[in-house]
């Protein structure tokens, strides 16, 4: 079958599936099949592609980044966390198909697919950029680079949960002193994740702030504290802590060192994700956050 693309230059997309998932491999199959058949060229991962047995599709890290013009990632909002976190500095616009149990950053739902992708060939769809931050740890006076993160950045201790005590500068005024079991550094993107569960709010994820939130917090007066997502953040272990760790969006894990400072910055990029019409952030809110048995019969 021919899909007449409106006479647009042939479009390079990079999918970018979990293949932990067994009803990928249905998927996948699928989406490259319907891409194909409307003329788009597909690339995939060299790991992607030998796993999967698409070996025709296979391409380098350098040359996906390179000659991409869309990603979309099959399986979950972790799938799609990753993903940005590898893509985002090259900035490609970056798409979810939600085969995940939640999928509150996935833009696609597998009933939607074959309308989504359309959308998707004839590019008619908006671009919503969303604040990532840079995390480093500053040890003997050296700054070592740790990752970006699309949600959060979380200091707290690994295994048996204890009590921290953590000094917070920000834009290196002394902030707030917390006694905490961790904090929690989130975009606003990321305030519908951890943060969230922490008693954080929920921030629309246009708005390009940060969000501090302490995890269990050892004082009733602790709160949440919103600012700036062009301020520099940094956090001080002030108690001997040997066993801190901190996380970037829950999926990479990096040990600290009890006189290690945590260095949280704006990224020097966003990630570009693709906004279909039809869908509205609080829609998503109702539907995925707030949907229950009570809403079901209001």
Not at 6 to 25: D, H, R, Y
Not at 128 to 141: F, H, S
Not at 154 to 170: A, C, D
Not at 262 to 280: D, E, H, Y
């Amino acid at each position: 079958m021919h899909f007449d693309n409106g006479g647009l230059s042939v479009l390079t997309i990079g999918i970018f599936p979990n293949i932990k998932k067994p009803a990928v491999v249905k998927v996948l199959g699928w989406t490259i099949q319907y891409f194909k058949e409307r003329g788009v060229r597909v690339l995939l991962s060299n790991e992607t592609a030998q796993k999967m047995g698409y070996l025709d599709l296979a391409c380098s890290h350098e040359t996906m980044i390179n000659q991409i013009k869309i990603a979309v990632t099959l399986g979950g909002d972790g799938t799609l966390l990753n993903t940005a976190r590898e893509i985002a500095a090259a900035g490609i616009p970056i798409c979810g198909v939600n085969m995940g149990q939640l999928g509150f950053l996935t833009e696609i739902e597998l009933p939607d697919l074959s309308v989504a992708l359309d959308k998707l060939i004839l590019r008619e769809y908006q671009i919503e950029e969303r604040l990532m931050l840079d995390a480093a740890v500053i040890r003997e006076g050296k700054t070592i680079p740790v990752s970006v993160a699309l949600n959060d950045v979380v200091i707290t201790t690994n295994g048996v949960s204890r009590m921290m005590k953590l000094r917070l500068y920000i834009d290196n005024e002394l902030t707030a002193n917390y006694a905490a079991d961790g904090l929690i550094v989130a975009t606003s993107t990321g305030s519908t994740g951890y943060s969230l569960s922490a008693g954080g709010p929920i921030i629309n994820p246009t708005l390009k702030v940060i969000v501090l939130t302490p995890i269990c917090p050892h004082a009733l007066h602790t709160r949440s504290l919103v600012v700036s997502g062009q301020e520099e953040i940094k956090l001080s272990m002030v108690s001997n802590q040997d066993n801190a760790v901190l996380t970037i969006d829950g999926q990479i894990i990096y040990n600290l060192l009890p006189d290690d400072t945590v260095l949280v910055k704006p990224a020097p990029f966003r990630a570009q994700f693709i906004k279909l019409s039809g869908r509205n952030y609080y829609e998503t809110l109702r539907t995925k956050l707030w949907k229950g048995k009570a809403d079901a019969n209001f």
